[in-house]
């Protein structure tokens, strides 16, 4: 059953605001970022013997959460410990998708990042308790990380009383959410007087290509006042360990969209050409179309152990004063071995099929080779791990005369970084020189990739060879400091019911670091003779890949090894100095680390008052509510960096040119500066009973991520002869986006538990940042492809001649324009200075007065079956952009497009009774744009589906069960044509069992 290809199940959905914070909910007054306190004390008006750490029964949870919508000024959607704890939701951004407009991004099968509204994870804001946390991350393999999005995988849900996810802007929040503002409430002992507590184990079974192994998922968290409640203190933990198997067809790169009558590298063959016979359904005229630069096929095992912790201390000794002092801790160590097997085309003897235009897609993709083209077979491990800390003092002052007063402090860092000696992303990479032609079907849901070898070049591992491998390190750390200082009036009776004001002051600091050690020997290293074969263990393909169509073609690659990577880089090291003596790159002596190359330092300090009133009044007898608020932010930005020098070049293949960076770097120092006024008005009324109208109107900001802001050019290796070769800078005085956001709805509750609600909204977003390329040589590096050098071997050799043939002439008559290895063998030809100019594509960051509209509706429905125990929620997110991006406009033109917009849309079937809870929910997202540079990124419309059950006995003793992703659905991603796909990945179910134990 395909769910994710049912457009009439998914659109025949009305949604829901999925919200149920519990009572565990901590009062954060430092930060006002709960909702309003009508709101908390409907959803704490429970019995004092309900008051138990795990909040008991799903329809009184909903219940809750719809007394809080009710009763909120503005539009905040929230998500309960109940939910979280109980739902098979490996982290609370599995648990975030239940929320209507509320999408999630997965790595490694579990929920990584959040998209709200059409908004993309680095244009929604992370709090905990109220308060901005740092983020980091290691980023993509060859750059530094950049992003300030939250990674939720790095927190258990276990530890967690509620989330809230704030749509509309509110002066009193921290900055940086066009999208949304999410903040993650922790438990506070005092909310809940007494010794109580609560521990939970569980094992789990994931997707393995070996034996099947269950692991443990362990959590408690225990809470004990004293001295007549005044003192409280609380204690949680959490340690999950799960082992996985992953495997995905990917294109790494897919060529530029070329105009059907252009020439380029890489480009199909024109008429008049021989090889023109061999294109069937050739694009023609105006279409555009993409070819691939590789293929392969990825068999990953990943062992991921996560940590979290929290300890709180309050002190209350009357009602007037209280204090609280906090520190919360997450770990998320992932370590991964890759094993891949694939293919690199040279674009010279194809052949292809081509869907029509005006963007035609391939239907297969091959090509015909010569002796000695390489199968490539890689080896990859990695061991990365992602500390955040968080430390905070919180005093309230509450005086009898209505005035309030809050000072609230903390100190958090969000550090990523390798914990292995080979770096953050590795690639070492082995080959059987020997294809005679090799073939991509696109055709089917999972893309066959088929090869045939020369005699005596079979698929084994006596026939595998090292070549070339690179070694990246990454690192990210970022520190806030922040400090605020709250006050409020409460009055009486009067049109203004309360006066809330404040400033809070915060320091950012963010370091994002790379570099690498690369080797570019990719026509081969030691012999096969001198490769033990024991390092590669033939596997068969089929049934690691096994879950689409496609996987089990009679035609794919055979066999993939798992490769004994470790070892095999200690061979290398031993032998030819791969660590300690590489082509590019400065080690540090430790391993296979790498000197950073680039080092990028950034800092933001903004201060920030407000002020914002509630008011109270009616209009026509009918009760209604204001709420206005004006926020002034002021930030100051400073950017100092070092980056590498590009000193020279070194052609070491058909395509390829690697960078030489010389010792010395360019230091830089800028700096950037802006302010903002932010207003927030909110307006509720209650025309008849039980119906409520809203309407709210806001200013909101998001922030340019790091890369935006650093400073310094750097270029990337390996370069392209013909085009393709890429280098970045970035601008520190870029000011943010800038969203004027209007929401509309209206609400009916129309039972205890139930309630349909219909709402608008509107985002008419400013100050995009987009990237201006310009094509330029920098740092005056030549190109050897096009240099006379390269000339005139091919004059002599003919243009067929293989990049072998021409190295070799060139190493005969002029030996000092080549590098040589260790053994004395030529292994790329010098650029040198009278050779053309290396022309590269340079993106640099730009605020433009361009503008984007997104607008859309979220539908819900809540509905509670009587006393039968059965209930539903559905909800259905309809969201537009006036912005896309145009598949059939060549690369070079300059595109415009919001990324992450998609409709999505939730299910959920539930029962609650005597005990016995069970709950199957179906979440489903149509495709999106989820990046783009010169040509898009999409991601395929995906539906999953989880499912639940758990029995409670009286004695508070739990057993349960889950399961995620049940239908084993799979997911892929294209470029500009439907079959242009640069990932296919099967899906895998994981299921898990336990017990827990409350008191």
Known sequence: MKLKGNPFLVRALAGTSFVALSALAPVAQAQDSSADDSAQEAANDTPEDENVIVVSGIRASLQNAMNIKREAVGVVDAISAEDIGKFPDTNLAESLQRITG???????????????????????????????????????????????????????????????????????????????????????????????????????????????????????????????????????????????????????????????????????????????????????????????????????????????????????????????FDYTFSQNTLDARTNSIGVWFNHEQTSSSWTDGPVAGPNFYAETFGPGKDLAITGAVAANRSINHSIGANFEWNHPSGMRWVLDAHYSTAESKPTSPYGSNIAVGTSIFGVESQRVDFTSEMPVVSVDMYPGFEIDPSNIRPSGNAFRNAYMKDRIMEVSLRGGYDFDASFIESLDFGATYTDNKARTAYGFLQSDSWGGTLSAE?????????????????????????????TYFRIATKDLIQLLESEIGICSAPWSGTPTGEGCLAEYVVDRRLREKTIAPFVQSLHAFDVLADEAHLRLGLRYETTDISAPARVPVAIGTVLVSDNEIAIQNGEDSIPSSLKGSYDNWLPAIDFDITPIENVVLRASYSHTITRAGYDKLGGGLTVNSPARPNGGSTGSSGDPGLIPYKSKNFDVSAEWYYGPASYISVGYFRKNVSNFITDQTTQEPVFDLPNPAQGAAVQTARAALGDDASFADILSYVATNNPDLVTRDDDGDPVGIIGQPGDPSLVFTITRPINTDRSATLDGFEFAIQHDFWNTGFGAILNYTIVSSDTHFDNTLRYTEEQFAVTGVSDSANAVLFYDKGGLQARIAYNWRDE???????????????????????YEFANGLTIFGEAINLLSEGRRGHRRADQAVYFAAPGYARYAAGVRFTW
């Not at 999106?928 to 758990?950: K, M, R």
Request: aromatic fraction near 10%.
């Open 102 to 324: 509320v999408s999630i991004d997965r790595e490694s099968g579990e929920g990584s990042k959040v998209t709200v509204r059409g908004f993309g994870p680095d244009f929604n804001l992370v709090l905990l308790n109220g308060r901005q946390m740092p983020a980091s991350s290691l980023g993509d393999c060859c750059s530094a990380p950049a992003s300030r999005s939250f990674d939720f995988a790095n927190l258990a849900s276990e530890g967690i009383a509620g989330v809230e996810v704030y749509k509309s802007g509110r002066a009193s929040l921290p900055t940086g959410g066009i999208g949304s503002v999410i903040n993650i409430k922790t438990p506070r002992p005092l909310d809940r007087p007494g010794f109580q507590g609560s521990i939970g184990i569980k094992g789990v079974i994931d997707h393995t290509f070996e034996d099947t192994e269950i692991t443990p998922e362990i959590s408690g968290i225990i809470s004990k006042t004293f001295a007549n409640d005044t003192i409280g203190i609380l204690v949680s933990g959490s340690y999950q360990r799960r082992k996985a198997s992953l495997a995905r067809f990917s294109v790494g790169e897919w060529r530029e969209g070329y105009l059907a009558t252009e020439g380029n590298w890489g480009s199909l063959a024109m008429p008049g050409d021989p090889r023109y016979a061999n294109i069937e359904n050739r694009p023609e005229g105006d279409d555009i179309y993409q070819v691939p630069q590789n293929a392969a096929y990825d068999f990953t095992d990943i062992d991921r152990e996560r940590i979290n912790g929290q300890a709180v201390l309050q002190f209350q000794p009357s009602d007037e004063f209280g204090a609280t």
């Open 928 to 950: 999106f744009l989820t990046n783009y540079g010169l040509d898009p990124f999409y991601i395929e419309a995906y539906g999953q589906v989880d499912a639940s059950a758990s």
């Open 530 to 558: 001198e490769t033990p074969d024991d390092f590669f263990t033939p596997r068969d393909l089929r049934p690691d890949l096994a879950g689409m169509d496609g996987s089990q073609d009679p035609n794919i690659i055979p």
